[in-house]
T-cell receptor
Framework: GQNIDQPTEMTATEGAIVQINCTYQ??????LFWYQQHAGEAPTFLSY????GLEEKGRFSSFLSRSKGYSYLLLKELQMKDSASYLC?????????????FGKGTKLSVKP | DVKVTQSSRYLVKRTGEKVFLECVQD?????MFWYRQDPGLGLRLIYF???????EKGDIPEGYSVSREKKERFSLILESASTNQTSMYLC???????????????FGDGTRLSIL
């Protein structure tokens, strides 16, 4: 079957580092996306991983292990504006047109 | 910048009404999608379209239909609105896969629909 798990909520302190985990089960993995969504706004694209390893983009990094069905999003030097929901989404070859399956999202609260 | 525009941010309708939600994108994307987003359930795919006049059911198509008469426009139709269709509706678009495998879906700002 197809399933994506990520923690419902996390809290971290301004200036710190936080890691948001995502585990998935698919019939044919073909890429993983991370999105950020502020309350009441559209999800915006953060990162894409299709091969194992770490992709770094400024303060944000995303890691993938295909053998473990596991990814994480790492946020460094946290800022108050990073308070948002973070959505993990997997592309599955078994779905028509390789459509995405979304996790339920992790709500991150950054405190002073 | 990619722009996905949804016709309304907030909409209030009555039970039994026929409701139209409109979405337009300006990036010549082949694929367009309609999702609903509910607390604790995340984003769920209702319908998608990979070409003009083509449509496929997503994970929760019951009670909905769609129309894609032009490449840039994708409409979601609630044939007879019910209270359990109160939700946030998000439209998205992307290039067709293949050479564009890493290209993300781009989302509109959403329509918060309330059915009374």
């Amino acid at each position: 079957g197809q399933n994506i798990d990520q923690p419902t909520e996390m809290t971290a302190t301004e200036g710190a580092i936080v890691q948001i985990n995502c585990t998935y089960q698919t019939s044919g993995f073909n890429g993983l996306f991370w999105y950020q969504q502020h309350a009441g706004e559209a999800p915006t694209f953060l990162s894409y991983n299709v091969l194992d390893g770490l992709e770094e983009k400024g303060r944000f990094s995303s890691f993938l292990s295909r053998s473990k069905g596991y990814s994480y999003l790492l946020l460094k030097e946290l800022q108050m504006k990073d308070s948002a929901s973070y959505l993990c989404a997997v592309r599955d070859k078994g779905r028509s047109q390789g459509n995405l399956i979304f996790g339920k999202g992790t709500k991150l609260s950054v405190k002073p | 910048d990619v722009k996905v525009t949804q016709s309304s941010r907030y909409l209030v309708k009555r039970t039994g009404e026929k409701v139209f939600l409109e979405c337009v994108q300006d990036m010549d994307h082949e694929n367009m999608f309609w999702y609903r987003q509910d607390p604790g359930l995340g984003l769920r795919l209702i319908y998608f379209s990979y070409d003009v006049k083509m449509k496929e059911k997503g994970d929760i198509p019951e009670g909905y239909s769609v129309s894609r008469e032009k490449k840039e426009r994708f409409s979601l139709i609630l044939e007879s609105a019910s209270t359990n269709q109160t939700s946030m509706y998000l439209c998205a678009s992307s290039f067709r896969q293949g050479a564009h495998a890493g290209q993300p879906q781009h989302f509109g700002d959403g329509t918060r629909l309330s059915i009374l």
